[in-house]
């Protein structure tokens, strides 16, 4: 159980572009969504935590406008990055949490590379 | 000063070795505290929490210092497929309300067959 998804696994978009990824809890109703970014060499960085129905929190130097996320059902959260450029270009991994006191149970991640 | 530290290694040790990690976070509002294990270009997997009276799971062992906001993992009698990078995660409540986890950089194991 606790299987989260996510779509795209990889991609590749031209600067200017906007990509769609997609996260999916598959077997459970999750509340809270997080979208993190992981550049080489350095940390999982948390860019926004969702709840279901609410608008999205950013961290600080996350610009919402550049990076859309909707949670608008209990298993599925996406995350739009808007006009990419090769700065972009990272490893982007979603958690889902059934509740607060649960485990996040990461998704496998979407490698983003914008040309 | 980074949330969470952590060295990155590498650490190559040989295998059926005794291999300890560390990590020093910097919040003392932090609440729960994890090791997680990252294997290359996949995502993390939680591999054990953490408490202050430590605990065990097989041939790992977990240990908190509340009071020197230290953690350690031990890994005894180390298998080929412990080789990955072993990242040190901090969680607290946010401003906002929500639950953050916060991750180390991590710290590279290879194991030497």
């Known amino acids: 159980g606790a299987v989260v998804s996510q779509h795209p696994s990889w991609v590749i978009c031209k600067s200017g572009t906007s990509v769609k990824i997609e996260c999916r809890s598959l077997d459970f109703q999750a509340t809270t969504m997080f979208w993190y970014r992981q550049f080489p060499k350095q940390s999982l960085m948390l860019m926004a935590t969702?709840?279901?129905?609410?608008?999205?929190?950013?961290e600080q130097g996350v610009e919402k406008d550049k990076f859309l996320i909707n949670h608008a059902s209990l298993t599925l959260s996406t995350l739009t990055v808007t006009s990419a450029h090769p700065e972009d270009s990272s490893f982007y991994i979603c958690?889902?949490?059934?509740?607060?006191?649960?485990?996040?149970?990461f998704g496998p991640g979407t490698r983003l590379t914008v040309t | 000063r980074k949330e969470v530290e952590q060295d990155p290694g590498p650490f190559n040790v040989p295998e059926g070795a005794t291999v300890a990690f560390n990590c020093t976070y910097s919040n003392s509002a932090s609440q729960s505290f994890f090791w997680y294990r990252q294997d290359c270009r996949k995502e993390p997997k939680l591999l054990m929490s953490?408490?202050?009276s430590g605990n065990e799971d097989g041939r790992f062992t977990a240990q908190l210092n509340r009071a020197s906001q230290y953690i350690s993992l031990l890994i005894r009698d180390s298998k080929l497929s412990d080789s990955a990078t072993y990242l040190c995660?901090?969680?607290?409540?946010?401003?906002?309300?929500?639950?953050?986890?916060?991750f180390g950089t991590g710290t590279r194991l290879t194991i030497i067959p």
């Open positions: 958690s889902a949490r059934p509740g607060l006191n649960y485990e996040q149970y």
């Open positions: 953490v408490y202050s």
């Open positions: 995660v901090v969680n607290r409540r946010t401003n906002f309300g929500n639950e953050k986890l916060t």
């Open positions: 969702s709840n279901e129905g609410s608008k999205a929190t950013y």
